[in-house]
């Protein structure tokens, strides 16, 4: 079943790279009618308002500090403390897995939503902090963070905040990645539950 949900993250990201390109090349079509004129004329003005980056300055993910809950020790180091924010909340992830070192050490704060998945044997028991987004077959995708944890969950599809490391845990012929949990919080307003980045 993890296998399956890799695989489903993966092609979930190509997808996504693959659209987000053919949807440019449409916007380029000089056939097109008055309404994908008047589209592309709002999305040129989109792109233009966005701040622009030389390739020689494009860095991983910023960090950003967070106010603590509670105080905590003097040493914690903001430039060590990860906020996955909603835009870009598949990307952060995915970017934590596949260049690991880079986010070894550091504290990464997460919202989303708790659920139980389903392990190898069809038996309901890992606990994770996630998001819904696009799939194989449509909106039937997922991204976050599998969590250890020894305290007390939530209950199901409550809406939390985590704090913790990330850890990559071999299992079989692929890795899980998870968030060994310092904290959680249930908070009362939700965010995006579906993303699609």
């Not at 980056?53 to 494009?58: A, Y």
């Amino acid at each position: 079943m993890k296998r399956a949900v890799i695989f489903l993250v993966a092609v979930l990201l190509s997808c996504m790279f693959i659209s987000g390109c053919g949807a440019r090349k449409g916007g380029e079509n000089s056939s097109q009618g008055a309404d994908s004129n008047t589209q592309s004329q709002k999305i040129e003005a989109q792109e233009q308002s966005l701040p622009t980056v030389s390739p020689d300055t494009i860095a991983p993910p910023t960090v950003s500090s967070v106010q603590p809950a509670s105080p905590e020790p003097e040493e914690t180091n903001s430039a060590d403390i990860l906020i996955i924010g909603e835009k870009m909340f598949l990307t952060q992830i995915n970017e934590i897995y596949y260049n690991f070192d880079q986010y070894k050490d550091k504290t990464i704060v997460v919202e989303g939503m708790y659920t139980l998945l389903f392990n190898q044997d069809g038996v309901r028991e890992i606990p994770a902090v996630y998001r819904r987004g696009p799939g194989c077959c449509g909106n039937d995708g997922w991204g976050g963070f599998l969590l250890k944890y020894d305290g007390d969950y939530p209950e199901d599809d409550a809406w939390i905040k985590v704090t913790g490391t990330p850890e990559l845990v071999d299992n079989g012929y692929f890795q899980d990645l998870y968030l060994n949990v310092s904290s959680i919080e249930v908070l009362d307003e939700r965010g995006e539950e579906f993303v699609t980045q």
